[in-house]
């Protein structure tokens, strides 16, 4: 049986629905919903620290045409302090997102584990106990990537690519349609180029498991595979199944070739293409300095990749509030009455015979049949 991986997850089309039942996880953050908001305070922070970044380097470069070196080091030490203030912010919003989500997590996990616990048989006729596991295991995983990690890149990645376009605006006009007409596309392309080369990733990796099930099967029933000398018949079995890994991981390899000739050609193209359009524009007296041109660049290496992350953060989120709707799906099953703990004080021994008198079960599954009259 193949494993039950993490790209396996269905995802959930995010609408205002959905949103809505994925924000009842900070129901269970209780008095930890503060650290969530003040991480988001860090994270804008550090964004607004790493948009500095760009436009101070380029400052930077102008002070070698200028030839102002007092300036150089002002902007050098404003660098330096930049580059501490989002280490700092940095520490803290990891911190304060990483709290808040074991805390809620850890309370979401002994929700779930009570209701589950609590459920009538005839829940339990009707689910496999692999399935409630994933629930516990995977999808709880899922949301401890997304929570802790994912959203706040995502947030991050959001306003990289709002504050850079707007920086570039206010550099050259000019030079943001130009790159807006080419990189973006570039980006998103090469995104679901790396999407279909995964999908041949994950076909090897099914074939893979699926060929160790015909070991663990042969090995473990090698009696039988004895008893009715079947040896040739497994081993052809397994040689079938090798040459299908090979075949799908050649060609997945070929894909990955054309993806690496389409990194080089297409993106590194597009970089060619923004520098020689700004040096034309620099030359024409459109853009001020060598300085803006190099802040350009920045801006612009940053707003691909963040083009290039998002949509994938994207897929996380998705998968996230498809978890998230699977797990309160069980947490909403009504459970059955059951007795309070009970205190060892008042546990008594019992002495004498015991009897049954008009006692009578039925499995909730098959009600018309009584197991014991």
């Known amino acids: 049986m193949a494993r039950f991986q993490e ?76 580059l501490t203030l ?11 997102f990483v709290n808040f989500t074991e805390n809620s997590l850890s309370n979401i996990r002994f929700a779930l584990y009570e209701n589950l616990i609590k459920l009538p048989m005839s829940f339990y ?18 949301l401890q990537d997304t929570f802790s990690t994912t959203i706040a890149e995502f947030l991050r990645q959001f306003i990289l690519i709002i504050g850079g376009f707007v920086i570039l605006g206010s550099i050259s006009p000019k030079l943001t349609l130009m790159m807006l007409a080419i990189v973006p596309i570039v980006a998103v392309a090469a995104v679901i180029f790396g999407r279909f080369i995964r999908k041949y990733g994950k076909k090897t990796q099914d074939k893979v498991a699926e060929s160790q099930v015909i070991v663990e099967e042969t090995l473990q029933g090698i009696s039988n595979v004895k008893a009715f000398a079947n040896e040739w018949y497994e081993i052809q079995r397994y040689k079938n199944k090798i040459r299908e890994i090979v075949k799908i991981a050649i060609k997945g390899g070929q894909y990955r070739g054309y993806f690496a000739s389409f990194i080089i050609l297409c993106l590194f193209g597009c970089v060619v293409a923004v520098v020689w359009y700004g040096i034309t524009l620099t030359i024409k007296g459109e853009v001020e300095g060598v300085g803006d041109l190099i802040s350009f660049v920045l ?9 290039g992350g998002i949509a994938e953060m994207y897929a996380q989120i998705q998968k996230a509030v498809g978890a998230t709707e699977r797990v309160f799906e069980l947490l909403e099953e009504t459970p059955e009455e059951i007795n309070a703990k009970p205190r060892l004080s008042a ?22 049949v009584q197991v014991l009259k």
């Open 7 to 82: 790209n396996d997850l269905p995802k959930a089309k995010l609408n205002s629905n959905s949103l809505q039942k994925a924000l009842r996880i900070f129901k269970y953050a209780k008095n930890h919903k503060w650290k969530f908001f003040l991480g988001l305070i860090f994270l804008f922070l550090t964004s607004a620290t790493a948009l500095a970044f760009p436009k101070l380097m380029g400052m930077l470069v102008d002070c070698v045409t200028n030839k102002d070196l007092s300036k150089a080091n002002e902007i050098a030490l404003g660098l330096m302090v930049i």
């Open 299 to 307: 801006y612009t290496t940053f707003i691909g990749a963040s083009f």
């Open 86 to 96: 989002q280490a700092i912010f940095s520490f803290f919003r990891i911190s304060l």
């Open 125 to 142: 006729s009707q689910k496999r106990v692999g399935e409630l596991n994933s629930r516990i295991s995977a999808d709880i995983s899922q």
């Open 347 to 368: 546990v008594e021994k019992i002495k004498g015979n015991v009897a049954f008198n008009n006692v009578a079960f039925s499995y909730p599954s098959r009600k018309e």
